[in-house]
Nanobody, 126 residues
Framework: VQLQASGGGLVQAGGSLRLSCEASGRTFRTFSSYVMGWFRQAPGKEREFVAF????????DYADSVKGRFAISRDNAKNTVYLQMNSLKREDTAVYYCAAKQGTWGEKRLGQYDYWGQGTLVTVSS
């Protein structure tokens, strides 16, 4: 299973970015059977939960630090999950990773995810 994240870049504080993560692979089961998550890792810090979305898109949750600014969504027909990031702050600067977890229940713990993408760098300047 491969997860390819993209959409990172340099943006000024207050700006927006949309990250995408496309899933593929011969052993990849139906995309809709996976919970998809976004995590991030800032320099010198541990990787942390950002958001998850369940297979149907009916349930999502966010880290307190991004609630009201970020929105996760998915397009099962395209095997893709998105993270819309608005009102970006300098503290959002990090490498953002997408992850996939088999099952139907959402999960904030990174150890519960089965597959990880390579990460995409988001840099927010003041």
């Amino acid at each position: 299973v491969q997860l390819q994240a993209s959409g990172g870049g340099l943006v000024q504080a207050g700006g927006s970015l949309r990250l995408s993560c496309e899933a593929s692979g011969r052993t990849f089961r139906t995309f809709s059977s996976y919970v998809m998550g976004w995590f991030r890792q800032a320099p010198g810090k541990e990787r942390e939960f950002v958001a998850f979305i369940t297979w149907s898109g009916g349930s999502a949750d966010y880290a307190d630090s991004v609630k009201g600014r970020f929105a996760i969504s998915r397009d099962n027909a395209k095997n893709t999950v998105y993270l819309q990031m608005n009102s970006l702050k300098r503290e959002d600067t990090a490498v953002y990773y997408c992850a996939a977890k088999q099952g139907t229940w959402g999960e904030k713990r990174l150890g519960q995810y089965d597959y990880w993408g390579q990460g995409t760098l988001v840099t927010v300047s003041s």
